[in-house]
């Protein structure tokens, strides 16, 4: 109730029915009525503190916050807590008159999810997987989101997406996940990986498609690729390898009709690289 005056009137009286008064004024103050606001935030943001203690009178209030192991004093205040967890927020509001009321809440700092992803890389015109290996606290209830972005555009929302690329040469995708606890609060983390589209090797041999028996003849070659990627040569003669050198110099000792073939191929198409995240 609020602030008042009241009349006391104490009455003595003695065993022979004597009696006696006195009558003097109580002044009795109104109690604050404790109350503070916040959300709850992701590890690594500071939870905002707002004291909305009410008296109905001009009584000056002070707010306590007990916070763990700390005493903080402040009708508004940022806490920054160093772990995910429940914690405990106790305030109490005095009044310039020595009236108290307190309130106790609690806050949840949510762990943030950790995105990482490794790749599974391909050439141009083939499929390129992207393998999600982030990480979400499971602790509380909550509902993750992803996203794969490739040169500022929103590929897909899916866990783990695949998809052609027609650049070869070094390109960048970043994965973005977001663990949604509620409206307020979605706690987020993204990385970037770079990875490679491989091209196909551009290659034509010259030589004359008919010798003479004994007579040496040559067949070279002209090669190239966009990427600058290193080439393996291979040459067969009727289905034999001969030899792995970008010309070869050969003698046929037997009139006939050979099957030559020459083949180029990438490093990558021998070892098919991934590539792997933190």
């Known amino acids: ?57 001009l009584d000056t209030i002070t707010n306590f916050w007990f916070i763990q192991s700390d005493t903080l004093i402040g009708d508004s205040l940022t806490y920054n807590f160093l772990g995910p967890d429940v914690y405990n927020i106790n305030l109490l509001s005095i009044t310039q008159n020595g009236c108290i009321d307190t309130m106790s809440q609690q806050v949840i700092v949510y762990n943030n999810p950790v995105a990482n992803f490794s790749i599974e890389e391909s050439c141009i015109d083939e499929i390129v997987t992207f393998i999600n290996q982030s990480q979400i606290d499971t602790t509380w209830q909550s509902t993750p989101q992803w996203q794969w972005w490739y040169s500022g555009n929103l590929l897909d929302t899916t866990f783990n997406w695949s998809g052609i ?82 010309w070869i110099l050969t003698t046929q000792n037997t009139p006939g009709v050979y099957d030559f073939t020459y083949g180029v191929t990438t490093d990558f198409e021998w070892l098919k690289p991934i590539v792997t995240g933190k």
């Open 165 to 246: 690329f027609m650049t070869p040469g070094n390109n960048q995708i970043t994965l973005y996940v977001v663990d949604s606890f509620s409206q307020q609060v979605q706690c987020q983390d993204s990385i970037t990986l770079n990875f490679f589209v491989h091209d196909y090797p551009q290659f034509s041999y010259i030589a004359d498609t008919i010798q003479c028996e004994d007579v040496q003849f040559l067949f070279t070659t002209a090669n190239t690729i966009s990427t600058s990627e290193n080439l393996n040569h291979f040459w067969q003669i009727d289905g034999v390898n001969y030899s792995d050198t970008t």
């Open 1 to 57: 109730f609020p602030s008042h005056d009241m009349a006391a009137e104490m009455i003595v009286q003695n065993s022979e029915g004597c009696i006696d008064t006195v009558t003097t004024t109580v002044e009795v103050f109104e109690n604050p009525v404790a109350s503070f606001s916040f959300l709850d935030v992701c590890l690594g943001q500071q939870v905002d503190l707002i004291s909305q203690t009410q008296i109905s009178n």
